[in-house]
């Protein structure tokens, strides 16, 4: 019988699956609080029985009766319907077998899984690059003699020497002299945490003391003295910050990031970029809220900071 | 029809016509492609339609002049970081005409999405969206979007200091989508710093993706169009549409396109009343 729209309630069957999958749901959610790696799978193991088992309970009515296939019994025009073209011939009487439903189910199934198959690297190519593992940089910014004690400089450099101009970064390094024996520095990045701008220093810099090191593999590292009096300022929507980069007007979310560094050698080995909250106190006793690093704009503290909870590989 | 002098004809008027004729006839047998051009063409329009209803062809034609200097420009462009700019230098200044290209990709990019936004404010003041025409409304803001997108990675391809870091500031503000940002933006730069890449994938992605998505999706906006009709003025005291939905209208009442309460009085303003 064909239901017709109306003639019958729409509740399902009485069934307990949909408890025992919610169970698992909450048990999964628990989990992930009090035991990950335990708890949370067992939850979730239950949640998918539970739904197999409903999903199942839900389409046994329309799994139960097999379909029958009607045969293919399309009516040949006794003539071309167009001249010129030939009549179809009259099915083979006895001929029942529902071929088409054959040919239109390989037809699709082959190429599915054709196309299946080439997506897949097409995927890959397209995502792969951009969220695999990237290559890390270690910049040789040359002797930490030419840093002396107290004094800022803009250092340009580049990322990756082989790949020229557009890997060329700046950022703001004042020494701060030893603390506990190993030299302290202050190395600002110049990427404005509002929307990556670069930030400018706020007083003079003196280009006819201006430094150029080749530091090996092709890296060309300039070193230009300035006296940022007033910190940074970033010139596209005019956010400030002092000299240790903590925000002082303006749109950014926080302060400006910082680079790891390293000495080898006597040489200032510039490591990973990290964000940073806001800095108290300054120069070589300056405490640092350090944060994985975070895109411009992005909130690493404060309410905002759930929007941000994941950040792909940097 | 009359026969009269004017429509006799010589016969070697008649052998003319028939050479010419010839070809169009040998491809419409075999095609349908004619036919299809004339009913695509020649369809019936409401008689108050107005100038403003030639703004969409209006912002296709605009898309058209985008496509094809875009492709000549590709001709001459090198997207890569140390060649970029100095191919669209030589582009303006050296290649036969290609300043005037150049400017009318540049400049047609503008007057793209100026009448993008007039033909929507059209059709969003007639009332063009409501139904059966939803569908339409939806695709054409997909188009809108896509033509969006097509400016945003257009910016960077002269590379020089305007475009780079308007693109940074593009590309960190689709990072701040709560989120998906961060992912979006690692996507957009095709690694976690802009580099060499960036351009290259900006470049595929203005000159093949998105075009490729506007003309499928121009394709079906005119389908659309095609099939339901364009609709009347508000003011307009005749019926609006396709000749068929009003057929639907009275020979199928429960056709989903055809429920009574959508013959409502925007599609007779002020006309008939049923």
């Known amino acids: 019988m064909e239901p017709e729209h109306g003639d019958r309630p729409h509740s399902p069957a009485p069934t307990l699956y949909p408890v025992g999958f919610a169970a698992g749901i909450a048990c999964a959610l628990v989990g992930l609080i009090v035991n990950p790696t335990l708890i949370a799978p067992i939850g979730g193991a239950i949640a998918i029985v539970f739904a197999f088992f409903w999903v199942r309970d839900a389409t046994a009515e329309y799994r139960g009766v097999p379909q029958p296939v009607e045969p293919e019994r399309r009516g040949a025009p006794a003539v071309g319907a167009v001249p010129g073209e030939a009549a179809m011939p009259e099915p083979e009487p006895g001929e029942r077998f529902p071929r088409n439903k054959f040919l239109e189910g390989a037809t699709l199934g082959v190429g599915g899984v054709i196309g299946g198959i080439v997506t897949i690297p097409v995927i890959g190519m397209t995502f792969g690059p951009a969220f695999g593992k990237q290559g890390k940089h270690h910049v040789d910014l040359g002797s930490i003699d030419d840093f002396p004690v107290g004094e800022w400089k803009i250092v340009h450099f580049f990322l990756d020497p082989n790949q020229g101009d557009v890997t060329r970064r700046t950022a703001y390094i004042r020494y701060n002299g030893p603390l506990n024996g190993a030299p302290s520095f202050t190395i600002i990045s110049n990427r404005c945490a509002h929307l990556g701008c670069p930030v400018q220093p706020n007083g003079p810099s003196f280009p006819d003391q201006t430094k150029s090191i080749d530091t090996g593999g092709g890296q060309h590292v300039t070193l230009i003295k300035m006296l940022p009096a007033g910190g940074f300022g970033c010139p596209c929507h005019g956010g400030q910050y002092d000299q240790e980069g903590n925000r002082t007007a303006g749109p950014p979310v926080r302060s400006l990031d910082r680079y790891e560094y390293s000495i080898r050698n006597g040489h200032l080995i510039l490591g990973k970029t990290f964000s940073v909250a806001k800095v108290k106190g300054s120069g070589k006793d300056a405490i640092i809220y350090r944060y994985r690093l975070a895109g411009p704009g992005q909130h690493i503290t404060g309410w905002e900071q759930i929007f941000y909870p994941l950040q792909p590989p940097q | ?274």
Not at chain 2, 65 to 91: C, D, F, N, R, W
Not at chain 2, 164 to 182: E, K, Q, S
Not at chain 2, 218 to 227: D, K
């Open chain 2, 1 to 274: 029809m009359a026969v009269s002098a004017r429509t006799r004809k010589s016969a070697r008027r008649q052998r003319l016509e028939a050479a010419i004729n010839y070809p169009i006839d040998w491809l419409e047998e075999r095609s349908g492609l004619v036919g299809g051009l004339r009913y695509f063409l020649f369809r019936k329009v409401p008689g108050d339609s107005n100038w403003f209803h030639t703004l969409g062809s209006a912002t296709l034609t605009a898309f058209l002049v985008q496509a094809t200097t875009g492709v000549i420009l590709a001709m001459y462009y090198k997207p890569e970081p140390k060649t970029a700019y100095a191919s669209i230098q030589h582009i303006t200044n050296d290649v036969t005409l290609g300043w005037l290209v150049r400017g009318m990709h540049k400049w047609g990019a503008s007057v793209f999405i100026i009448l993008l936004f007039f033909h929507m404010a059209r059709v969003f003041l007639f009332g063009a969206y409501k139904y059966p025409r939803e569908l339409n409304w939806i695709v054409g803001v997909l188009l809108l979007v896509m033509g969006m997108a097509e400016g945003f990675t257009g910016y960077l391809l002269p590379w020089d200091q305007t475009s780079y870091w308007a693109t940074v500031v593009g590309i960190n503000l689709n990072g701040t989508v709560p989120f998906l940002g961060p992912y979006i933006a690692q996507f957009l730069r095709g690694g976690a710093e802009i580099g060499p890449d960036t351009l290259a994938r900006f470049y595929s992605i203005h000159m093949l993706l998105i075009p490729g998505a506007i003309f499928a999706l121009i394709g079906l906006h005119l389908y659309l169009v095609v099939r339901l009709g364009v609709s009347s003025p508000p003011w307009s005291k005749e019926a609006a549409g396709a000749d068929w939905v009003e057929e639907q209208v009275t020979t199928n009442g429960r056709s989903g396109l055809t429920q009574p309460a959508a013959r409502s009085s925007w599609r007779r303003n002020g006309g008939d009343a049923e």
